[in-house]
């Protein structure tokens, strides 16, 4: 079985430009998470998509960051205008929806952006 | 808000020396806890999670943690590290009872560095 993946690994780009993220959950996940680490600081929550629809976005830092999750399938997470604060390691993840249950995240290997 | 302290940021050991990595978290209701390790290279993995009953819980790899509600904690062990345990362990934190969100909080990571 696949794993969760992501693409880019790495992106490097200036101030003010748009970058968009791209995230496959496992097959038949319908909950997908997306994470973000700035350097020295802790993995933080920015938003959770239940199949196409955003179960909670309370993590998402400002209007720049903007995630779609069309037909429940992959997500994309695009950045426009790009800041410098935005560099940082952003993580996916997926798990199962099992009601009543907590389901382990499963994580990508997270996508590395470096703004300039 | 919960919040979760690691309380070491990186960790030099010997092979064979015994391991505990502290954690500790804020939240005063019911939590899921795990603890996630990143090994060079590789995907955040789940090392092992608490959710209720036994509250001394095995993951893999000869990991242990064991959750100490009065002191709102969730220690890490291992007897015995071994080189391969060199990695980057992160301590997370789940809002129990199927309140809906499913995020994780996570610590800031503690880097193991094991010395053959």
């Known amino acids: 079985e696949a794993g969760v993946t992501q693409f880019p690994s790495h992106s490097v780009i200036e101030k003010g430009q748009t970058v968009t993220l791209r995230c496959d959950p496992i097959?038949?996940?319908?909950?997908l998470y997306w994470y973000r680490r700035v350097m020295g600081k802790e993995i933080k929550f920015l938003l959770h998509f239940v199949k196409e629809s955003k179960q909670d976005e309370s993590g998402m830092p400002n209007n720049r960051f903007l995630a779609e999750r069309t037909g429940g399938t992959y997500s994309t997470l695009k950045v426009q205008p790009a800041e410098l604060e935005d560099s940082g390691v952003y993580f996916c993840?997926?798990?199962?929806?099992?009601?009543?249950?907590?389901?382990?995240?499963?994580f990508g290997p997270g996508t590395r952006l470096t703004v300039l | 808000a919960q919040s979760v302290s690691q309380h070491n940021h990186h960790v030099i050991l010997s092979e064979a020396a015994s391991l505990e990595l502290g954690c500790n978290y804020s939240?005063?209701?019911?939590?899921?806890l795990f603890w996630y390790v990143q090994y060079p290279g590789q995907h955040l993995q789940l090392l092992l999670k608490?959710?209720?009953?036994?509250?001394l819980v095995k993951g893999i790899k000869g990991f242990e943690a064991e959750f100490i509600k009065s002191k709102f904690s969730f220690n890490l062990r291992k007897p015995s590290v071994q080189w391969s345990d060199t990695a980057e362990y992160f301590c997370?934190?789940?809002?129990?009872?199927?309140?809906?969100?499913?995020?994780?909080?996570f610590g800031k990571g503690t880097k193991l560095s094991v010395i053959p």
């Open positions: 939240y005063g209701g019911t939590v899921n």
């Open positions: 097959s038949g996940h319908d909950n």
């Open positions: 608490y959710f209720s009953g036994d509250p």
């Open positions: 993840a997926s798990s199962q929806r099992k009601t009543g249950f907590y389901n382990e995240q499963f």
């Open positions: 997370a934190v789940n809002q129990g009872s199927g309140a809906g969100s499913y995020q994780l909080t």
